[in-house]
Nanobody, 113 residues
Framework: QVQFVESGGGLVQPGGSLRLSCAASGSIFSIYVMGWYRQAPGKQRELVARVNIIGITNYADSVKGRFTISRDNGKNTVYLQMNSLKFEDTAVYYC???????WGQGTQVTVSS
């Protein structure tokens, strides 16, 4: 089973940007849809962005126009470019297949002034 390791989180001011990376332990070429999920304190984990094997993307309304998901099948890596960050984007971010398999540790994103 492919494992995922997320990185790139941190503390950023509102309006700032971050780029998250997700390194897979094996090939993601056979995973038709990859996604980025997030879980804010006291809330359920939600899918915020997904990309299929040919690069077609889909976003939650809350991040549409601000986040961009991409995948590099050759490097077994998935990215999430996050721009115009808001306080409400604060969460632990995870990557996983869609539907999900086993979860990694995630990476913390904190938007604060």
């Amino acid at each position: 089973q492919v494992q995922f390791v997320e990185s790139g989180g941190g503390l950023v001011q509102p309006g700032g940007s971050l780029r998250l990376s997700c390194a897979a332990s094996g090939s993601i070429f056979s995973i038709y849809v990859m996604g980025w999920y997030r879980q804010a304190p006291g809330k359920q984990r939600e899918l915020v962005a997904r990309v299929n094997i040919i690069g077609i993307t889909n976003y939650a309304d809350s991040v549409k126009g601000r986040f961009t998901i991409s995948r590099d099948n050759g490097k077994n890596t998935v990215y999430l470019q996050m721009n115009s960050l808001k306080f409400e984007d604060t969460a632990v971010y995870y990557c996983n297949s869609v539907p999900e398999s086993s979860w990694g540790q995630g990476t913390q994103v904190t938007v604060s002034s």
